[in-house]
């Protein structure tokens, strides 16, 4: 379990898709979750940098997990998902602020991910607000974005809502380029 986090956590850090202490990891365990601790840097994780409390109860551990634990939790209740990845991906972040949704123009993305909705009138909503939102759409997606803010993704194992995460950043990296050589993304042929 440790390893698993350690290789998600680092492969995030070192593609730039999260900073030194953003983001967040979680794998559904029954009744349970193991999540990242607030503030844990996804780049090294440790033992000590992952915490279990229920996905309905709270435990003594719980005021340690992450402060969007309340988002991981609803995905829980409410899909079938194992797995959940919180990342910052700047491109997909970019294009947030510009865009309603994101469909990938690369095959890859297209094929995976062929539409990601993106959530949040405004930057200001604050992330709680939106957990039914996201949980609901989730479902559906594998992934979605938040205004402003970062990427949700999920699974049933880690590694593939890793995976999700960077292709979406991936596709949003290539829309971007594509946008400022002023080339319509629809007519990419890759
Ligand atoms: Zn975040």
Redesign the pocket.
């Known amino acids: 379990m440790l390893s698993q986090f350690q290789a998600v956590g680092q492969g995030l850090f070192t593609q730039g898709l999260v900073s030194a202490q ?2 967040n990891l979680s794998v559904k365990l029954g009744e349970h979750l193991v999540i990242t601790h607030r503030g844990s840097p996804l780049g090294s994780i440790q033992e000590g940098d992952l915490v279990q409390t229920g996905i309905t109860k709270n435990s003594r551990a719980t005021p340690l997990a992450s402060t ?1 634990l309340e988002v991981h939790r609803c995905i829980y209740k409410n899909t079938s998902a194992l797995a959940v990845v ?1 990342a ?1 991906p700047p491109y997909a972040v970019a294009l947030s602020f510009t865009e309603e949704e994101i469909v990938p123009c690369d095959v890859e993305g297209r094929t995976l991910l062929p539409r990601v909705p993106i959530l949040g009138a405004d930057i200001e909503v604050k992330l709680e607000e939106l957990a039914d939102e996201i949980a609901r759409l989730i479902g559906e997606h594998k992934v979605i974005l938040i205004r402003g ?2 990427s949700f993704a999920v699974s049933q194992l880690l590694e593939e809502a890793y995976y999700y995460t960077v292709v979406l950043e991936r596709s949003c990296r290539l829309r971007y380029l594509l946008k400022a050589l002023d080339v319509d993304p629809g007519a990419s042929p890759i």
Request: glycine share 42%; no cysteine; hydrophobic share 0%.
């Open positions: 953003g983001g969007e919180h910052h803010h970062g």
